[in-house]
């Protein structure tokens, strides 16, 4: 497929929450995008495996994807085991991405760290020729690493602020999980600490997005980081103003 951006994550919703706006931007510019979810998320208290398949359809529609897919992990069993690799190595062989957008590598859910482990050693793995799976050798150009829910300083922020509307709009496409369901209340929400309110996902959403926006001098903005360095060819036209 030879896709220019893929998105991994370890759930449904994961890569809508962390760099969807970015996903859009890059679709609007004529990029081919995708995203690849782990696992199905069935281990979520909430929303069947086939009601979060339909919901994770509804958003890539939102967000302009071409192309998105379950790579069948166990949810809450997230792990680089080799079984593992080799699936995502045949996949990222397949789809030819030349960026690939990873979870941070540091996280409260142990589903979203061993994410990132996962996709990097998947990646690196689909370039070797010896590999005993299909497709011919491949490996991305780029690794970036989604930081929007980590305490760590960004590389570089996305401005997002003509893409933030839609982005919220894929995000709650996932009712399911952000949704107040019959009867319940966000009390509910708050007591149990299991789901984010739709006042709070709100709040939240809002404030992670204005606050790295800011840093960047524009209203939205996603942050990502990468671990080598980064090449400035103009240093006369670089944005953001520093006075």
Not at 2 to 19: F, G, K, R, Y
Not at 179 to 184: D, M, Q
Request: aromatic letters at 8%; proline letters at 5%; a positive charge.
């Amino acid at each position: 497929m030879n896709l220019d951006l893929l998105a991994i994550a370890a759930h449904p919703d994961d890569v809508e929450l962390t760099c969807g706006g970015t996903l859009l931007k890059m679709a609007q510019r004529g990029y081919k995008t995708g995203i690849l979810d782990l696992t199905a998320g069935e281990m979520g208290t909430r929303g069947t495996p086939e009601t979060r398949a339909k919901e994770a359809e509804k958003s890539a529609k939102l967000l302009s994807v071409k192309w998105r897919g379950t790579l069948g992990v166990p949810d809450s069993d997230v792990q680089p085991s080799r079984q593992h690799k080799l699936r995502l190595a045949a996949v990222i062989r397949q789809l030819r991405p030349k960026t690939v957008i990873l979870p941070y590598w540091e996280a409260r859910h142990p589903d979203h760290y061993h994410a990132s482990t996962l996709g990097y050693e998947g990646c690196f793995l689909a370039g070797l020729k010896q590999l005993p799976i299909e497709g011919e050798a491949y490996r991305p150009f780029k690794i970036l690493y989604s930081i929007s829910y980590a305490d760590v300083r960004p590389t570089f922020v996305v401005d997002i602020t003509a893409q933030y509307e839609q982005r919220r709009k894929a995000i709650l496409a996932f009712a399911s999980q952000f949704g107040p369901h019959k009867g319940e209340s966000s009390k509910a929400y708050n007591k149990h600490q299991v789901f984010l309110a739709i006042d709070r996902l709100e709040d939240q959403m809002n404030l992670l997005a204005r606050h790295y926006g800011e840093k960047i001098g524009v209203k939205y903005g996603e942050p990502f980081l990468q671990k080598e360095l980064m090449k400035v060819d103009d240093v006369v036209k670089m944005d953001v103003r520093s006075i």
